[in-house]
């Protein structure tokens, strides 16, 4: 089975927004509000976008919506990967 990463949502981050952004990624922040790490939500929406592309996984806006810390964004997509319904 596919597992999403914290390294490939840094990734991600990093194509969509930059190096400076990534680099804000740790698991020490990874439970910070996407918001106090300087991502607004139309940059949580790229990078969705892009995880979207990449994993050819389809992800609601309302689901995004929800997204709001970088360990949220794993624990969704894992769950997607795994085919368990967050």
């Known amino acids: 089975m596919q597992k999403f990463t914290l390294d490939d ?5 990093g194509k969509c ?3 400076s952004e990534a ?3 740790t698991e ?4 910070t509000p996407f918001e106090k790490l300087g991502l607004d ?5 790229e990078v969705v976008t892009v995880i979207q592309e990449e994993l050819r996984l389809p992800i ?3 689901d995004v919506d929800q997204m709001a810390t970088a360990r949220m964004v794993l624990d969704y997509v ?3 990967l795994a085919g368990v319904a967050p």
Do not use: I, Q, T
Request: glycine share 8%; no cysteine; proline share 4%.
């Open 9 to 13: 949502l840094k990734r991600v981050v």
């Open 17 to 19: 927004l930059g190096a």
């Open 23 to 25: 680099a804000e990624l």
């Open 28 to 31: 020490e922040s990874a439970d």
């Open 41 to 45: 939500s139309l940059a949580r929406y």
């Open 60 to 62: 609601p806006d309302d």
């Open 78 to 80: 894992n769950g997607r």
